[in-house]
């Protein structure tokens, strides 16, 4: 068992953030003792999965609804893995929309050095869109995709 301080400590989350959570009964089976909040294994996995959820852009009232299904049993595996396949989708395309950023701050990254070492952009104008270097090039174009 543990407490809610160490809890904190372990996830690098508020004392705050575990109370409120808490509060909005996403800890339906946490044991207290002499009313002091007492994490076991299952309330750690569990927050895990909810953080995965919050971070995959889930609210705190649709993780309270998965947690009651997780409490309903068996009837609502369906529920619970569709609930999944969104957020998988959902992140997939946050995935995505990161690369993009990324190719782009690549591609600036090169840009400017050259720029820099060239002391203009004119060279750099003459390459655009589609005569750079192979790699940046691909760079270029995710960026753009």
Same mark, same amino acid.
């Given at each position: 068992?543990?407490?809610?301080?160490?809890?904190?400590?372990?996830?690098?989350?508020?004392?705050?953030?575990?109370?409120?959570?808490?509060? &909005?009964?996403? %800890?339906?089976?946490?044991?207290?003792?002499?009313?002091?909040?007492?994490?076991? #294994?299952? &309330? @750690?996995? @569990?927050?895990?999965?909810? #953080?995965?959820?919050?971070?995959?852009?889930?609210?705190?009232?649709?993780?309270?609804? %998965?947690?009651?299904?997780?409490?309903?049993?068996?009837?609502?595996?369906?529920?619970?893995? #569709?609930?999944?396949?969104?957020?998988?989708?959902?992140?997939?395309?946050?995935?995505?929309?990161?690369?993009?950023?990324?190719?782009?701050?690549? %591609?600036k990254c090169w840009y400017y050095e050259q720029a820099i070492a060239d002391g203009s952009e004119e060279r750099l104008d003459?390459? @655009?869109?589609?005569?750079?270097?192979?790699?940046?090039?691909?760079?270029?174009?995710?960026?753009?995709?």
């Open positions: 068992m543990y407490t809610i301080g160490q809890v904190s400590e372990m996830f690098g989350l508020p004392v705050s953030t575990l109370r409120y959570y808490d509060r &909005e009964g996403l %800890f339906p089976h946490m044991e207290r003792a002499s009313g002091i909040r007492r994490f076991s #294994e299952y &309330e @750690l996995e @569990l927050l895990r999965v909810i #953080e995965c959820l919050k971070k995959s852009g889930l609210k705190i009232k649709d993780i309270r609804r %998965f947690i009651a299904w997780c409490e309903a049993g068996p009837a609502t595996y369906e529920r619970r893995r #569709e609930l999944f396949e969104s957020r998988k989708l959902a992140l997939e395309a946050q995935i995505r929309d990161l690369e993009k950023n990324l190719a782009m701050t690549k %591609f003459g390459m @655009l869109p589609d005569k750079l270097p192979v790699e940046i090039q691909a760079l270029y174009d995710l960026a753009r995709s």
